[in-house]
């Protein structure tokens, strides 16, 4: 009975780790447990898996998805570049200094990355679509063949010269516990909306990074959601900025979405359940290769020599910014909503003065309002004296300020 305990007790902590812990320490906890059931079951798949992962080492490395070292290594170390030159700011560069490298998730994200040189950031555009739910038994290499045909013909019919680069990915979910929508003919034969059961299966979706020279995040958005529709299926976000974290780990930017879907994670937090869960993806994460994984539409602007339009880049670059200050409209002090509206209405002012005449009846009146919102933040009628201390401490202003249109 002790020893029965004691294993109950190994196999909860590697349950909490599957759980709770980094990918690296997924990784570890994983292959503990696989171990554990090769010597029960000697299942093939177990054994192909524990025999390649052994045979890693320093000087052979196995390169394989299990393997902790080869695909997540504790800490990445890869060298980083801090911050991109001068000459560079408006394009998608890699942020990696060091050639290929030979951690998986990095490598990944540097191939990735290399058909978006040269392309500003505000047209590039990172893409989730949760494509569909498949039973355990599943084969993902004949689903993801039909997956990727799809999204191919909504690539298709993007602009012209519109480039993807992503990665197919699956992990466990409750049929009956999805956080969005999909039709019934996306669940295994025999299971609908009507009849979820309370039972594991495999989530499969995409995440890539797309670039059209000239659809908005929206239409492109719209475009896939056509193909794929359910409510919170389909997510586009705008390219975050590049962060890089103590372990080497980069959040934000083209390649680090890029490097966040070939991070192989081991998804199985299911409480008490997720060392079975576990058993259950790995036979699943069987099916398929690396290269299954790969999505990738279009050629790089090198190559298919599209022309960038800068005065789009620069529109979109904008409106991104204004978006940007209206969701956060309601966090910012009255002096940080002056200094938005200020530069805001001073590109408004700016722009109607290349269009006049046809400016001329309300160039007036923008100017004026713009003037007011500096008098009221200088506290003064004409621009004598600036108190900018003074505003800052004072309780409430004179004018409410509303975000910029």
């Not at 519109?162 to 049929?175: E, M, S």
């Not at 890089?244 to 934000?252: K, N, Q, R, Y």
Request: hydrophobic share 40%; with cysteine.
């Amino acid at each position: 009975m002790a020893r029965l305990t004691k294993q109950k007790v190994r196999r909860n902590e590697l349950s909490k780790k599957l759980a709770t812990g980094t990918v690296h320490q997924q990784k570890i906890a994983a292959l503990k447990i696989l171990e554990e059931e090769y010597e029960k079951t000697q299942e093939p798949w177990m054994g192909a898996i524990l025999r390649k992962v052994a045979r890693c080492s320093p000087t052979y490395r196995c390169n394989s998805k299990h393997c902790p070292e080869c695909s997540n290594p504790r800490a990445s170390k890869a060298k980083r570049r801090k911050a991109c030159p001068k000459t560079k700011v408006h394009f998608i560069q890699s942020t990696t200094v060091s050639k290929q490298s030979k951690e998986y998730r990095i490598a990944s994200g540097q191939r990735g990355i290399a058909a978006f040189k040269d392309i500003p950031p505000s047209m590039t555009h990172c893409i989730t679509i949760n494509l569909e739910m498949v039973a355990l038994t599943s084969d993902l290499k004949t689903e993801v063949d039909k997956d990727r045909r799809a999204l191919r013909r909504v690539m298709k019919r993007l602009s012209p010269g519109a480039i993807a680069r992503g990665k197919f990915d699956v992990v466990l979910k409750y049929a009956d516990d999805l956080a969005f929508e999909l039709p019934d003919d996306c669940f295994p034969v025999g299971v609908t909306n009507n009849n979820l059961p309370h039972q594991r299966m495999g989530m499969l979706h995409i995440h890539f990074v797309v670039f059209d020279p000239w659809l908005t995040r929206l239409e492109i958005r719209d475009a896939f959601a056509k193909e794929f529709p359910g409510a919170s299926r389909v997510c586009a976000k705008q390219t975050r900025q590049i962060a890089i974290l103590s372990d080497g780990t980069m959040v934000g930017g083209a390649q680090g979405y890029l490097e966040y879907g070939s991070m192989e994670k081991v998804d199985v937090a299911f409480g008490s359940e997720s060392d079975a869960a576990l058993l259950e993806f790995c036979q699943l994460d069987s099916t398929w290769t690396r290269a299954n994984r790969n999505f990738s539409f279009g050629k790089p602007i090198e190559v298919s020599k599209i022309e960038i339009d800068m005065d789009r880049a620069s529109f979109l670059e904008k409106e991104s910014r204004l978006a940007w200050v209206r969701r956060n409209w309601s966090k910012l002090g009255y002096a940080e909503k002056f200094i938005h509206l200020w530069f805001s209405g001073a590109i408004s002012v700016m722009a109607g003065v290349k269009s006049l005449p046809e400016y001329r009846k309300t160039f007036a009146e923008s100017f004026n309002r713009v003037f007011l919102e500096y008098s009221n933040w200088a506290r003064c009628g004409f621009f004598e004296m600036v108190d900018f201390m003074g505003f800052l401490n004072s309780d409430r202003a004179e004018l409410p300020l509303q975000p910029p249109g």
